[in-house]
Nanobody, 123 residues
Framework: QVQLVESGGGLVQAGGSLRLSCAAS????????MGWFRQAPGKEREFVSG????????YYADSVKGRFTISRDNAKNTVYLQMNSLKPEDTAVYYC????????????????WGQGTQVTVSS
């Protein structure tokens, strides 16, 4: 089982940027697709972005397309989410997850799940 630890969250003004990181333990990181979810209080979990095992395929929710960029460094067992032009509606706890593919993660089938990192965007 892969252990995931997210970091990089914080408080930022609207229009600002943050870079989230998700560090994975173990030596099998590269066999997993990775995804980022977010959940705001009182709202359903939203799949934000996903990346394939090799990093050559990515997915973005319409709500973040053009503003967020997902990437991974398999040598460092880490996946990143660069978030630019942040909006107050981006405020949520952000989680990373492993899965067999971007599709399965998006469908809610995943293996490991991190503890989350809070992102707060002030207006």
């Amino acid at each position: 089982q892969v252990q995931l630890v997210e970091s990089g969250g914080g408080l930022v003004q609207a229009g600002g940027s943050l870079r989230l990181s998700c560090a994975a333990s173990g030596r099998t990181f590269s066999i997993y697709a990775m995804g980022w979810f977010r959940q705001a209080p009182g709202k359903e979990r939203e799949f934000v972005s996903g990346i394939s095992r090799s990093g050559d395929s990515t997915y973005y929710a319409d709500s973040v397309k053009g503003r967020f960029t997902i990437s991974r460094d398999n040598a460092k067992n880490t996946v990143y989410l660069q978030m630019n032009s942040l909006k107050p509606e981006d405020t949520a706890v952000y989680y990373c997850a492993t899965g067999a593919s971007i599709v399965t993660i998006r469908q809610g089938t995943f293996g490991s799940w991190g503890q989350g990192t809070q992102v707060t965007v002030s207006s």
